[in-house]
Nanobody, 116 residues
Framework: QVQLVESGGGLVQPGGSLRLSCATS????????MGWYRQAPGKQREFVAA??????NVAESVKGRFTISRESAKNMVYLNMTSLEPEDTAVYYC???????????WGQGTQVTVSP
């Protein structure tokens, strides 16, 4: 059974930092593309960052501020967020994809609120 469990969200002031964690089970990080997505109130879910054996990529809106990483031995994926802005306020979701098999898994999300 695949499980993705996010943690690390919270309330932070503009300019602050947070590190989100995604604890995974039932999958191998070396064969899945792991990603972070976010959904702000009233908006569609959007891509934030992804990491796979082919490298990493991040959305233009967070480039230079957010970094995705993984620790395969611990089955963990991280999103390091710096210089946070109120526009970053959203529920952040961990995602695991294996496109060749049509597999797509989601965590339950963690709330990030950036406010003075």
């Amino acid at each position: 059974q695949v499980q993705l469990v996010e943690s690390g969200g919270g309330l932070v002031q503009p300019g602050g930092s947070l590190r989100l964690s995604c604890a995974t089970s039932g999958i191998s990080l070396s064969i899945y593309t792991m990603g972070w997505y976010r959904q702000a109130p009233g908006k569609q879910r959007e891509f934030v960052a992804a990491i796979s054996n082919n490298g990493r990529n991040v959305a233009e809106s967070v480039k230079g501020r957010f970094t995705i990483s993984r620790e395969s031995a611990k089955n963990m994926v991280y999103l390091n967020m710096t210089s946070l802005e109120p526009e970053d306020t959203a529920v952040y979701y961990c995602n695991a994809k294996r496109r060749t098999l049509g597999l797509d898994y989601w965590g339950q999300g963690t709330q990030v609120t950036v406010s003075p």
